[in-house]
């Protein structure tokens, strides 16, 4: 492919794919973050009419009419939503449903009444995406300053979606808080009915502007798939934004040239682009879900082994510790194997879990002089072990004076929750607990050490 090859046929939708996509991911952060990402798709389907009503108003099928009849109608829509919500007293979900079902309807209507189907309004409106329509014809002498020649498509989209990111900038507190807590938003005087619908109306707009990247039908997958892309990646919204726009032009880039290259290498038909980017758009999605650090599946089955092993090995100090505790002489503070594991009958992991504890020293093995194998806890798997049984038996105590739990019934419940207290939790749970010495059985509770 020679460079002016790029520049005439690759160059111009592959610059209004990023820029859609960029627009889409922008807005979709925040759809995502409020459940509301199928909103994208519903406005989609709602500016039917104002694509019917152009196309007959102007004569024409070109994009720009197009454009302002569809954008107007999106427009029209979400300020229909709100008065459906207020007047029918109804929540969102259904006024959406109500509103945007109607205006499609609508749409369906007109292009029958008016014979405008006789006219290919679903590819050339792109319902469907055409990016291939998008073409330049570069100089010979090509400059910086030429690129001012680009197809209008290109400046639509970048200014789209730079009118959004300065909005996104400014109303940035508003739509976080919008997002997280409405009525604290609504508390604190920010009109949340009012943000909600100015905010649609972005949302329209990227959609509206996407017709000629992704098309209203797989709009839906650039407004959900690379926020929700990043979302399986971090906890912090600002870091969730960038990351989205990273994951946009990625997908803009790779579904792009894979749309391209694809069918020569495997002697395939033509790919349309749009429906490349989208399927992109979920690969992308897809790797996270599965190696996503943190929320990934195989990251959640790490961290559940992980936290596996830890319980286990915590049960093994703790069972040493009470051995401990009523053995008068050293030598029976000392356990086979065999009897270390008793406990643990039928517990797979039990014997990595101890192992990790030899190998980081929590648990000794010795061996006598006939040979035999004995385990006993060392100076720091005591102190380890010590702290755990008094996590246990402050819940028991805990349970039964402040919950009212049975004694005979507290054990169990205090041994799953020694897992998951930290050390704030059991000063208060020593505060809760008084000056009692003993645990609900009689048993002593160990000093904090």
Known sequence: MDMYQFLSIDLPPLLTAIFCSLSCALVGNFLLLRKMSLVGDSISHSVLPGIVIAFLLSGTRSSIPIFIGALIFAGISVLLVEVVKKLGK???????GVVF???????????????????????????????ETIFWFPPKVFSFLSLLNLPYEVFASLLVFCLISILVFIFYKELTLLSFDKELADALGFKPAILNTGFLIIVAASIVISFKAVGTILVIAMLICPPATARLLTDKLKTQIFLSLFFAVLTAIFGYFIAVFLPSFFNLSAVNIAGSIS?????????????????????????????AHKVIAEDILGFLFRVSEVSEESTDKLLTKKQLLVPFKGVKIVEKSLANLLKIGDVLKVKNSDGFEF???????????????????????YLVDEVGVKEDHVHDTAMDLEHFTDEILEDGLAKSVGAKKQDPHGRDIPEKD
């Open 101 to 131: 079902s109607l205006m499609f309807a609508s749409g369906v209507f007109l292009i029958e009444q008016a014979s405008a189907r006789v006219v290919d309004l679903d590819a050339d409106c792109v319902l469907h995406g055409q990016l």
């Open 279 to 307: 399927v992109s758009s979920g690969i992308f999605l897809t790797l996270a879900i599965f190696f996503a650090p943190q929320y990934g599946i195989i990251g959640k089955i790490k961290k559940t082994k992980k936290f």
């Open 375 to 397: 385990y006993s806890l060392s100076e720091t798997g005591q102190l380890r072990a010590k702290n755990l049984v008094r996590t246990h038996r402050l819940w028991e105590q």
């Open 90 to 96: 109804v929540e969102s979900g259904a006024a959406m």
